[in-house]
T-cell receptor
Framework: GIQVEQSPPDLILQEGANSTLRCNFS?????LQWFHQNPWGQLINLFY???GTKQNGRLSATTVATERYSLLYISSSQTTDSGVYFC?????????????FGKGTHLIIQP | NAGVMQNPRHLVRRRGQEARLRCSPM?????VYWYRQLPEEGLKFMVY????????ESGMPKERFSAEFPKEGPSILRIQQVVRGDSAAYFC???????????FGSGTRLTVV
């Protein structure tokens, strides 16, 4: 099956810093999603981004499908950004399907 | 729109008992997915269902685990004769057929004692 690798596994930053999280995947996909799991365990869908760039407030994401990676940018970090960030791609390339998740980046924002 | 509803939020079972986890999808979503998250790990796909049909159960353990999504009512993930290794967070997600609206519930934390 498709492999998803995320880096870095852990990241500790001071409030106000910027960060870049990376997601590499082993095969062509036409769907990629970024999720944030907050410290209470809730999973929030951040972006659906099969290609190109999207922005939502202080967060933005870029997927370069031809090179099989995606980046999540967090600017001016706040303590509420803490948690685990996952990227996920469909098991079989696209459509309504189960997702394969990376192991996540554990982000801690210190005040 | 109430979102994806899972219950119970926390479930404690003794070894050998049965666990039943429920998931009501978002209104208008016809696809339901179950995932398991072990401590300090990512989510692992278990099963994908549509109404009255199991579409993909490639991630389900071969024994003791079953899932259904009946014509009426919530989707149920059933774990028979639970063991300590079943302790995990179980998440349900739903989507319309085009997957853009893939939304997770808050999860059920199962603890087997």
């Amino acid at each position: 099956g498709i492999q998803v690798e995320q880096s870095p596994p852990d990241l500790i930053l001071q409030e106000g810093a910027n960060s870049t999280l990376r997601c590499n995947f082993s095969d062509s996909v036409n769907n990629l999603q970024w999720f944030h799991q907050n410290p209470w365990g809730q999973l929030i869908n951040l972006f659906y981004i099969p290609s190109g760039t999207k922005q939502n407030g202080r967060l933005s994401a870029t997927t370069v499908a031809t090179e099989r990676y995606s980046l999540l940018y967090i600017s001016s970090s706040q303590t509420t950004d803490s948690g685990v960030y996952f990227c996920a791609v469909p098991d079989s390339g696209g459509g309504a399907d189960g997702l394969t998740f990376g192991k996540g980046t554990h982000l801690i924002i210190q005040p | 729109n109430a979102g994806v509803m899972q219950n119970p939020r926390h479930l404690v079972r003794r070894r050998g008992q049965e666990a039943r986890l429920r998931c009501s999808p978002m209104k208008g979503h016809s696809h339901v997915y179950w995932y398991r998250q072990l401590p300090e790990e990512g989510l692992k796909f278990m099963v994908y269902l549509q109404k009255e049909n199991i579409i993909d159960e490639s991630g389900m353990p071969k024994e003791r685990f079953s899932a259904e999504f009946p014509k009426e009512g919530p989707s149920i993930l059933r774990i028979q004769q639970v063991v300590r290794g079943d302790s995990a967070a179980y998440f349900c997600a739903s989507s319309p057929p085009w997957i853009y609206g893939y939304t997770f519930g808050s999860g059920t934390r199962l603890t087997v004692v």
